[in-house]
Structures are given as C-alpha cells and as structure tokens.
C-alpha cells in the first residue's frame, strides 16, 4: 500500500514528544512533597503522614477529599518515596476479572521481593464483593492499597476494608494555592506553557483559580484552554476568560457528601434565625442543580420541626410557596422559595410541637395498649349506656369557664401527663399563658376532688 504524501517517516513518528500530547494538569504534576499545594494539615513537614511517606514505611491507606485535591498525585508519591511499582485502576472501569489479574501480578512482584502501591479511584463504586478481594492481599502485605473516594468511608466502604485502611481526609485546596500552582505552570518551560510566552496578570490568575472552586485539575484545564485560544506570546484577556469560563458550574454532588452537608448548613441557619446564611446557602444548592421540589419540600418540613406553632402562618406559607414554585416551575418559582427561606429564618422559633409529639410516642410504646376510660367513651347504643360507656362524662361547653377542670383524657393508669411545653416566643407565648394557668387549675381541681 502506498505511503501518504503527507505521513510522517516512521522514525520520526517514534521521535514525536508524548508529553506535549498530555494535558496540562497531568504534565505539571507534583513531583516531590514539597511541590504540592494545599494539605497543609495533612502533610504538613513533622506530621505523621509526612514522616511515613518520607521514610518510605507506608501503609494502605484511604484518601477521602474532593476532586481535583491530589488524591492520585499523593499515591503516585506513595509508590515514588516508597520505591514501589505504581499500579492504577479506577472502579468505574475495571471488573473483578482485571482486579484479580492486578492482584496477582502485584503478587508475583511481591515474591521478587518488590512492592506494589495499588491505587484504586472511586473505590466507592466496587460493591461488597469486589472490595473483599483485596483484604488478604492487603493483610499478606502484597499490596500497599491506596483507596480514592469523593463520597464518605463510612457509608460507602465495607467495614472489612476500613478496618485494614487508615483513612486520610484531604480539603479543597484554596483559590491562593491554586493559583501558585498556575503560575508554576506558567513558568515551566520544560513540562509547562513556559516556552509558550504567555502573558496573563496576577488578577486574571485569581479569577481562574476562584473559578476551579477548589480543583486544582480544572484550573490548569482553565489556563490550558486559555493558552490554546490566543496561541503562543498571546495574551490572556478579560475576554478570553469570559469565553473559557462562561459555562463552569460549581461543585455539587446530588445525593452525595455535599450535597448532604449543604442541605445540613440550610436548615442549621434557618434554626438559628440567620437568614442571609440560609438564603446563601439555598442559592447554592439551586446553583448548583438541585430539584427546587426537593427544597420546596426541605423548607416546609423546617416550617414544621422548627417554627412550629410559634408562628403556624408559617407552614401555610411553605405549601403557598411550594405551589408557586408548581405553577411557575424556574426561574420565576425560585424566587416564592427564596422568599420562603427568609421568612423561615427570621420568623420566631419553637420545636415544643416537636418534642411533645415524640414524648407522646414514647408513651405509646411504653405503655402499650391502654384502655379508654368509660367517661369518654361513646355509647350509641343502649348496651353500652348499661355498661357505663360515657358515665360521669363533664361537657365541657356547659362547665364554667367552657373547660371541666376535674376531667380527665388520659388512660386511668396513666395519669395526667404535660407533652407540650410551649416556649416563650411568637404565638407560642400565648399559648403558655393560657396552658400554663389551666393546668394549675386541673391540678387544683384534682387535688379538691381527692381530699372530697
């Protein structure tokens, strides 16, 4: 077959430089401890991780952080400072078929007296079984096991697995620390854009790094793009930036850690009557792609468990909310819900309602099932009016004050029981005014009918 005019000559297909086809982020990777940014707790110079890795004594290990954190850079240093073979799969590819096959690889490198740092990301996707079959590799020493997760241990991984793991908590890395590493890439010539001449400002830098949220990956993706919009000496521009920033989103895990932490942080500051930090919060879950249904549904159950009765137009609000949200769906709903979330938090407060209702269902399980005293039973029939069914019952309509004081609703064997426990805000101090005097008055009451 005839050669292309065009093709390159085989020798020099061999001679292309493979590194310039990688991306950035992965081309600038840290190669020492000292290069990486951000973790400062965790590898901070003296601490224990730092002194292990350092030794070259690691041990099997669980990085929980976020994306773009250096999850993958700190077990590639592992495998570097441990002298070790650096093997990689990542769960959402990799069956127990190549698992095994890995593992048994690792195994005769371990009877050549070599070690082997497996490193599996997302580990949180393997299920029970295909994390079991790294415990006796793990436990034999076979493998240094360095496990990558965005979502909690706790939850997601097998107790077996934890129990043979120490688990590391790595942060976000912070818009200054990214932005020093941008600047490193920068100025490297030999793995970088140094050779590229680019010309962009410390402030267009920050913004970058603001805009990875984070992830140190996606803000050398950021700068690589840029690089490739104004070419070699180019200068990166407001305008540029503009284009190569217009549609990133924020870090927001429907149904994982985040997204459970921020809907935490919501009803945390709604409760405790903040409503500039619940209104922030409730923004960013919308910004970040949650179902306004979802909240919708959050912010009425907060009406409920936490405004209570110390204001219940609050809970008529929530359902008048969530149904323009129905009717008008985003953006124009969003707001009815933003203006709910305000109004939450800085309403008056009470979960008496609350407390009382579960008192209440202690009592039913403790008590179990309790006969209804004859004086409140009805009695329809002639049979139950000869049994006693409503003897002695006190109409309450035609006692003075509208209330028979000396009457009792509770089970005989019971006795008078206080569940709800109005506080002294909102509606609810009314309440307590009221409830508070009558039930001195029973009590006196009680107290005259006993010694009669």
């Not at 008048?320 to 009717?327: K, L």
Request: glycine content about 8%; charged content about 25%.
């Amino acid at each position: 077959m005839a050669k292309s005019r065009n093709a390159l000559p085989e020798g020099d297909l061999l001679s292309v430089d493979r590194d310039a086809l990688r991306p950035l982020a992965e081309r600038v990777r840290p190669r020492t401890l000292d290069e990486m940014v951000g973790q400062r707790r965790l590898l901070a110079p003296g601490s224990a991780l730092r002194r292990s890795v350092e030794s070259g004594h690691v041990h099997s290990m669980i990085l929980w952080g976020p994306p773009g954190c250096g999850k993958t850079t700190l077990a590639l240093l592992l495998a570097k400072y441990a002298n070790a073979e650096f093997r990689a799969i990542s769960a959402v590819l990799a069956g127990l078929p190549e698992v095994r096959q890995v593992l048994a690889e690792a195994g005769h490198r371990f009877a050549e007296g070599r070690r082997t740092v497996l490193f599996v990301d997302e580990v949180h996707r393997f299920n029970k079984a295909q994390q079991d079959a790294f415990l006796p590799h793990i436990e034999r020493g076979t493998i240094l096991f360095v496990g990558a997760t965005t979502e909690n241990p706790s939850f997601e991984l097998n107790s077996a697995l934890l129990s043979r793991c120490r688990v590391h908590v790595m942060e976000a890395v912070s818009a200054d620390d990214i932005a020093i590493t941008l600047k490193r890439a920068l100025d490297d010539a030999e793995h970088g854009l140094g050779e590229r001449g680019l010309q962009v400002t410390d402030e267009l830098l920050a913004l970058i790094a603001r805009a990875a949220d984070g992830d140190v990956r996606r803000g050398l993706t950021f700068l690589e793009i840029a690089s490739d919009l104004v070419g070699e000496g180019g200068t990166v521009t407001e305008a540029v930036l503009e284009q190569v920033l217009a549609d990133r989103t924020r870090r927001f895990d429907k149904g994982g850690d985040q997204f459970y932490d921020q809907i935490s942080a919501l009803h945390k500051s709604v409760r405790s009557t903040n409503p500039d930090a619940a209104l922030y919060w409730f923004t960013r879950m919308l910004d970040g792609g949650c179902d306004p249904g979802y909240l919708a549904r959050r912010l009425t159950r907060m009406a409920v468990e936490d405004v209570g009765l110390a204001d219940p137009r609050a809970w008529q609000m929530a359902i008048e909310a969530w149904d323009t949200y129905d009717r008008l769906g985003s953006p124009e709903g969003d707001l009815a819900l933003a203006q709910l979330t305000i109004y939450l938090a800085s309403t008056a407060k009470s979960n008496a309602g609350y407390v009382a209702f579960n008192a209440a269902k202690a009592d039913v399980h403790e008590y179990g099932t309790q006969e209804v005293p004859l004086h409140i039973r009805n009695a329809p029939t002639k049979l139950m009016k000869q049994l006693g069914y409503g003897k002695g019952y006190q109409y309450d309509h035609d006692a003075e004050g509208g209330i028979a004081l000396d009457q009792t609703g509770f089970p005989d064997t019971m006795g008078e029981r206080v569940y709800y426990q109005p506080v002294e805000r909102g509606l609810e101090i009314k309440l307590k005014a009221k409830l508070d005097a009558l039930r001195a008055a029973r009590e006196r009451a009680r107290e005259g009918k006993a010694s009669d």
